[in-house]
């Protein structure tokens, strides 16, 4: 059974910084492309970030750039994305996903993890 487990949300203050992980279980990872996704009440779902197969590089959404840093674990086969300088509207549920195609992350991934709730508050 194909998973991705993610771990590592929470709450932090305003300009703090959090990580989040997804650990990939009945694939290899780095054959994938993995993708960090965002969904805020009332908000559609926003592509934050991509990290592509081995062979491939790595995107951010304007929103984040200089801000987030996304980054693979071949070892552990497991993709982080490194969260600095938070803000309020950064809050949402953050979602990993998989695609087949390892040079891209579009919003119809293959398959998803469940979510992580990161709320950005003082």
């Known amino acids: 059974q194909l998973q991705l487990v993610q771990s590592g949300g929470g709450l932090v203050q305003p300009g703090g910084s959090l990580r989040l992980s997804c650990a990939a279980s009945?694939?290899?990872?780095?054959?994938?492309?993995i993708g960090w996704f965002r969904q805020a009440p009332g908000k559609e779902r926003e592509r934050v970030s991509c990290?592509?197969?081995?062979?491939?590089?790595?995107n951010y959404a304007d929103s984040v750039q200089g801000r987030f840093t996304i980054s693979r674990d071949s070892v552990k086969n497991t993709v982080y994305l490194q969260m600095n300088s938070l803000k309020p509207e950064d809050t949402a549920i953050y979602y990993c996903?998989?695609?087949?195609?390892?040079?891209?992350?579009?919003?119809?991934?293959?398959?998803w993890g469940k979510g992580t709730l990161v709320t950005v508050s003082s």
């Open positions: 990290i592509g197969s081995s062979e491939s590089g790595t």
């Open positions: 996903a998989a695609f087949r195609y390892g040079y891209s992350c579009p919003l119809l991934m293959d398959f």
């Open positions: 009945g694939f290899t990872l780095g054959d994938y492309a």
